[in-house]
């Protein structure tokens, strides 16, 4: 007898049969004697028509406290009628709200992070016997506010409960079957891993590989909780994410992703002068802007280039800001770029062995995909290439590094 | 400076725009320099959605308290968006769910009843300038779980709340402008009354008129709160629900109603004994079936009919438990008539005045209209007739007591 966590997604949920699969699921591993506590996401679409309705009440500016009461209404429906067919089943199941769970977050609405579960309600109820069906994404700060966590934040959920009642693991249903070596719309020669670990998760999800939230994967780290990442349409075996461990085969590179979602800006003839970097990235970062990749040119008699990467969809804020900075630090002009694309390279044997970047960079090289700019960390690899190059790149490297075998 | 308590009604929510009018109406009643606390129901449609989403969920079973949790989530909405409209436009406002204001009910599911409200948080929010919206037709049980209050329950959420905080008054906003002498659909003649008692008011509920829910008229009686129904969509006065006054005009008759939604049932050659009506009512009761009118004709050689009415939706399971009972109690047989309706004239004078029934019998007998049954109170004299007759009979009645003419 376990204590399992099992989260499904707004596809997994998207209509009333859906949500009968989810409870056939769910009585499965509830009659295999497991105490289960589920974690659901509104139904598809429901988050972006609530959206919807706010921003055309008001223009596309509304209140952040009533966006987010008003956005988590979609999962108190999905809940209740999870919970409801369970009963009718049979099944003593019940829902619970963040705010009768107590799911407490800080108060930044929109983007709350979870800074405390108690327990002791869904234990109790456990003990009873109930299967107890949470709504994912959203929470209460101290003031009893509704606050909801940000695209995805139901897997952050999923993950902040399994923790908090110390659960066996934490599946996450979705609509892939796990995680792959790359995208397979991409590459059809994509691998499901039967395991990876928490820092290469992290990594692929910086990367841009869209299967769980960064947040969650994180949480998981922290808390050491086993996530399987499985279908919720078929009885496949996923992947599991767990820590590293010593008998873990350690592979040189285990998954190729890619990031089309960036731009890239360049600050042209810029003095090289201590604290002028700090000019152009403090008001970036006071809006909240993040910027991945930099590069500075070496210096050429006194002046320099700074090139560094941004999400597109900044990208107007960030021309506007450096505009001015430009004409403050007297630099010459300010270029973007929007088409560009990320490439990376994961995997956690990159510790140990050299000679994963000459081979992903002699790789692009062959097919003329010329390398805008590099970033490294201890396990990954990123660089910027034209975007029209993204999907050959991804292939390549795939192919180059073998990923379509079992290392 | 007052305090006031608004409800809006399901139409006057019915899509963003509307909201928008009430945001405006709100606005207005706060440039006066008055507190307002508003009470919105759903958008037309939500909760018959929500409510379709259970059955279907469940082959028309669904959990109750699961249900409860489901279609409170309609009233979330509406009050969000509202609380966005009004901030956006300048107006510090606030949404507040029935768990958040606390307004606690007993644990009754889907016709849950107020116990209490505590007044604490509003009374804050309110001394700090704030526009409250609150969730009508929702509260929590001692436990926290969600409860809702029944059809037409944010009228009674409204009315609570201004008993709770002491208001000066409540306006109820809805689609209709008042409250009519009859239904101006079935007798153009209908006036719309200025002023209108409780009593008549509970009278008028209970008589098939549904412009507001009895138990919200009950609370406004309990705490003397004036109500005044008024139109959403135009700016007249309406009608103010009252407690009688000394200067009160005392009408005669203050309006003329239609219950369509009657059946009535005899049960036939019923053995004249005590303890045989307790056989015949106690198992209705006990399956919270009302039963309005009755009457027992005279003893014949031991044996009567006993004859009342009940609600048509009540009929099938009416007639199941008495040929059961009649069987019991060695009756000849039950016989149903769902073709019938009750017509009633309601009046405040009627106390102090005779002549009405007998002016009100003679008029239906002068059409040929018979009466099947009677039944009075104080203030309310009613009749049971044949269906078809429904409109005619209320016109007549309407004529007779001259209620197109101000008294």
């Known amino acids: 007898m376990a204590l399992i966590v099992q989260k499904y997604g707004g596809t997994s949920v998207g209509d009333t049969e859906k949500i009968r699969n989810v409870a056939a699921?769910?009585?499965?591993?509830?009659?295999e004697n497991n105490d289960v506590v589920v974690v659901l996401s509104a139904m598809a679409g429901e988050t972006d028509r609530l959206i919807r309705l706010a921003e055309g009440a008001t223009d596309n500016d509304p209140d952040e406290r009533e966006y987010d009461a008003l956005v988590s209404t979609g999962e108190q429906v999905t809940i209740s009628l999870l919970a409801m067919i369970l009963k009718k089943m049979g099944y003593p199941a019940k829902s619970l709200l963040g705010s009768q769970v107590k799911i407490i977050t800080d108060g930044s609405y929109g983007k709350a992070r979870i800074e405390k579960i108690e327990p002791d309600r869904i234990r109790k109820e456990l003990g009873e016997g109930k299967i107890i069906v949470v709504a994912g994404f959203?929470?209460?700060d101290e003031q009893g506010n509704i606050t909801t966590l940000g695209r995805g934040g139901?897997?952050?959920?999923?993950?902040?409960?399994?923790?908090?009642?110390?659960?066996?693991y934490c599946e996450i249903f979705t609509d892939v079957d796990g995680v792959y070596t790359t995208d397979p719309n991409i590459h059809e020669r994509a691998r499901k891993l039967s395991k990876i670990t928490y820092d290469e998760m992290l990594e692929?999800?910086?990367?841009?590989?869209?299967?769980?939230?960064?947040?969650s994967v994180e949480l998981?780290?922290?808390?050491?909780?086993?996530?399987?990442v499985r279908s919720s349409f078929n009885d496949g075996s996923g992947t599991l994410v767990t820590k590293e461990e010593s008998?873990?085969?350690?592979?040189?590179?285990?998954?190729?992703?890619?990031?089309?979602?960036q731009a890239k800006i360049t600050v042209i003839h810029v003095p090289d002068q201590p604290g002028v970097a700090e000019k152009i990235f403090t008001p970036l970062s006071e809006r909240n802007i993040i910027v991945d990749m930099i590069i500075q040119n070496a210096s050429v008699e006194g002046y320099t280039d700074l090139t560094f990467t941004v999400s597109r969809k900044d990208i107007d804020e960030v021309k506007t800001i450096l505009d001015g900075v430009a004409k403050d630090i007297e630099a010459r002009r300010v270029d973007c770029d929007e088409k560009i694309s990320k490439v990376s390279v994961i995997g956690l044997g990159m510790k140990s062995h050299s000679g994963v970047a000459s081979k992903m960079f002699s790789a692009l090289a062959r097919e003329g995909i010329n390398i805008m700019m590099i970033s490294t960390s201890e396990i990954k690899i990123s660089c910027a290439i034209k975007r029209k190059y993204t999907e050959l790149a991804v292939r390549i490297l795939h192919d180059v590094f073998e990923l379509e075998k079992k290392q």
């Not at 139901?154 to 066996?168: G, M, R």
């Not at 692929?204 to 947040?215: C, E, F, I, N, P």
């Not at 008998?247 to 979602?261: A, I, N, P, Q, R």
Request: aromatic letters at 4%; glycine letters at 4%; hydrophobic letters at 45%.
């Open 154 to 168: 139901s897997d952050t959920s999923a993950v902040a409960l399994a923790a908090a009642l110390q659960a066996d």
């Open 247 to 261: 008998d873990m085969e350690k592979e040189l590179v285990s998954g190729v992703t890619c990031d089309k979602d």
């Open 138 to 140: 959203q929470g209460i």
């Open 25 to 31: 699921k769910v009585a499965r591993v509830r009659d």
């Open 220 to 228: 998981a780290k922290l808390y050491s909780v086993p996530i399987y």
């Open 204 to 215: 692929l999800a910086s990367a841009g590989a869209k299967v769980l939230q960064h947040r």
